[in-house]
Every structure is written in C-alpha cells, then in structure tokens.
C-alpha cells in the first residue's frame, strides 16, 4: 500500500503573493485532496471501477494531470499547443484507466511534477490578464478568448468536480472519505 498524502498548504512556487497566492492556494488543496482520495491503496484498488461510470482513481489523477498540461501549454503558447482531444472512444478510455505497467506511484509522481511545473508558471507570469484565442471547440463560443486567470479558474473547477467524483469512487470501495 502507497501513503500519498501530502499537505495543501505548500504551494511549490515560493515567494507568490496576493491574488497568485490565493489561486495557487486554491488549486493546491484540491490537488491534495485529490491525492487525498488514493491514500493507503494498491495499484489493484486504484484501477478499480466501483460505481456506475468507467472512473477509477488512478485513471482520474491521470486524466487530471493531462488536463493541466494541456492548459499550461495554452497560457505558455496558445491553443495550437494544447494537447490533441482524444478522437476515438478508446483513446478516451485509456485516458481514464490505470493501464498495466502504470503504477499509482507513478502516475502521483507525474502529478507532482504537473503541479510544481504550473506553479512555476504562475509565479513566474508576468500578467495574469494576458489572454489567447480558445481552440475551435462545439463547448467554446466561436472567437472566445481566456485570460490565464480564467484558465488557473478552469484548472482549479477541473480538479475540484473529479476530486468530488474520486470520493464517491473511494467511499465505494472501502467506506473511506476524503472529508468527514
């Protein structure tokens, strides 16, 4: 069994202040309480699905971490950098699995450096105002545009709805909560 629970409160880009803060703040506690939910368990126990839906914990930490990727890129270089939507259903099914040869060590690991890596960024911006063009998408109003505040703000409701989903995945599995 893996312990991977760490404490929210350590954002890893020291030194930020203000609004920077309070975001990095924000995103930092879901993240741990997404972590939070894989607390003690096995790789055998993170690749099972215990509700109705295709989720299971290792599959949702990857997906989560791919998502922040894909939105870092688009801050750094715009839509253009994002990573590519999965287009066929097992792309997207993989995506959402703890695959074998896939550890939840190691996807935790990646996580990790997802996180420190857009910490950085963050930090590191010179404005949070600074905005790019959205990527043609049926969800995204045709020539939309996001600042990298509202993208931080989408990364932080991203990781917030799964970590809700990881808890009632988690409580299904042995009665353990996140919260509570």
């Known amino acids: 069994m893996t312990s991977t629970t760490t404490t929210p ?16 703040a924000m995103l930092a506690q879901q993240r741990y309480f997404l972590r939070h939910t894989t607390r003690d368990l096995t790789d055998e126990q993170a690749r099972q699905r215990t509700t109705a839906s295709e989720l299971c914990l290792g ?11 894909s939105w870092r890129n688009f801050i750094e270089r715009g839509p253009e950098a994002m990573e590519p939507t999965p287009t066929a259903e097992t792309d997207w ?14 996807v935790l690991a ?3 450096e997802v996180a420190a890596r857009t910490d ?3 930090a590191g911006l010179p404005d949070l ?14 020539g939309a545009r996001w600042s990298a505040r509202r ?20 409580e299904s599995l042995d009665g353990a909560k996140s919260m509570g």
Do not use: C, M, N
């Open 151 to 170: 993208v931080l703000l989408h990364i932080i409701t991203e990781t917030a709805q799964h970590t809700g989903h990881a808890d009632i995945i988690r």
């Open 129 to 142: 105002d600074s905005s790019r063009p959205l990527p043609q998408a049926p969800w995204f109003e045709p």
């Open 9 to 24: 409160e350590s954002p890893t880009a020291a030194g930020v202040t203000g609004e920077r803060a309070d975001l990095l």
């Open 93 to 106: 099914a993989t995506q959402f699995d703890l695959l074998p040869g896939e550890t939840l060590e190691g």
């Open 120 to 122: 950085e960024l963050v």
């Open 59 to 69: 599959g949702l930490i990857k997906h989560v971490a791919a998502v922040e990727v």
């Open 110 to 112: 990646d996580y990790a």
